[in-house]
């Protein structure tokens, strides 16, 4: 990229084409990498078992459902499901600013271990293509039913990104309409598509392998980068180095590259401030049933973490942000330089 600028030290702007939005960076605000206290908190050792827990086996959900003695995944409707398969009519509005609709969709929830004191980065290879194969089968069974139109798969982790419960675990959101977001990427790639002829993620992708400034890990399948366009200060997002809409693309082997690729990315995260570190991730893929695909969209996932200095200090989106734009100081290529350098295969404050 020609510039007359320094990227790393001066104020600028950067675009998102997938959201065509706008993230402003402020580099000059920290004038090396890192600055200000850093501190860890040591991962706390949760039990195997909780009998408290109601995603553990055996234990009396809230609805007073008997969990069975999974010893795998295990996965049931959410017992307070933020959308309901069906749903009455509206009666009309009073007026066209006070415009509202019905909706309908399916809520579940994903365990993905037996064992409560586990997390993705703690979890053994087999466990997690166990997980992975979970959310093939949820995805394929409810895109399936021909009114759902979107399936949005997710993870919040850790009490600081609203968790209810430490047990790991991860939701499947199935609606009949599109999400906002999703009706974002789906545009800004579908026109990338018409205009280039070519996967806006594809190309974004060859740009980053080829300049190495933003990568933070890689298998023979997949990608693990800060964005360009990064709003949280650790945001990665994770890419398939063959073009696929969604997972039910992926053969036997991409699927456990994809476990791989997550436990690879999950256990820097831990390792950056010693701490079992919180975000929500979720996978982005092709609108389901829709009537003309195109094929322009290109599977992949978001990591949005919070944490800014240390275990304990977090990003907030306050002030300008909310009245304005995002922005932040810490520049995506120190990130990913951060995160690259750090072990992706153990918890490196723990014995081996």
């Not at 920290?30 to 827990?53: F, H, M, N, V």
């Not at 831990?270 to 570190?277: A, P, Q, R, V």
């Not at 979720?282 to 200095?309: C, E, I, K």
């Amino acid at each position: 990229m020609i510039s007359t600028i320094d990227l790393r030290q001066q104020p600028h702007r950067r675009y998102n084409p997938l959201t065509a939005e706008w993230v402003m960076v402020s580099p000059h605000r920290t004038q090396r990498p890192w600055q200000g206290e850093t501190s860890s908190t040591a991962p706390a050792q949760l039990p195997k078992y909780d009998a408290e827990c109601y995603l553990c086996p055996g234990n009396k959900r809230a609805n007073g459902e008997i969990n069975p003695a999974y010893e795998s995944t295990y996965t049931f409707t959410n017992d307070y499901a933020a959308l309901m398969a069906e749903t009455p009519l509206l009666t009309e509005a009073e007026s066209p600013l006070l415009r509202a609709e019905t909706v309908r969709g399916i809520c579940r929830v994903l365990c993905f271990d037996p064992d409560h004191s586990l997390t993705l980065a703690r979890m053994a290879q087999p466990a997690l293509e166990r997980v992975v194969t979970a959310w093939q089968q949820q995805y394929r069974e409810l895109g399936a039913m021909d009114w759902i139109r979107h399936i949005q798969i997710f993870e919040n982790r850790g009490a600081m990104m609203g968790a209810s419960n430490p047990h790991p675990h991860g939701q499947i959101w199935a609606t009949g309409f599109v999400p906002d977001e999703a009706v974002r990427e789906a545009s800004t790639q579908s026109k990338y598509l018409q205009q280039h002829g070519r996967c806006l993620l594809c190309d974004y992708l060859q740009t980053e392998l080829r300049l190495q400034e933003r990568i933070i890990c890689r298998n023979e399948e997949f990608v693990a980068l800060v964005p360009w366009w990064a709003v949280w200060p650790f945001e990665a997002m994770v890419l398939p180095l063959h073009h696929a809409a969604n997972m039910l693309d992926f053969s036997s082997s991409q699927s456990a590259a994809l476990a791989d690729i997550l436990k690879q990315l999950t256990v820097r995260y831990d390792n950056l401030f010693e701490t079992s570190f919180p975000y929500t991730m979720g996978f982005h893929q092709g609108l389901v049933n829709q009537v003309t695909p195109d094929g322009s969209h290109h599977f992949h996932a978001h990591f949005y973490p919070p944490l800014l200095r240390s275990a304990s200090v977090r990003k907030f989106m306050v002030g300008f942000e909310m009245l304005g734009m995002p922005q932040r100081d810490i520049t995506p290529e120190s990130a990913a330089e951060r995160l690259r350098t750090l072990p992706g295969t153990h918890y490196s404050a723990m014995p081996r």
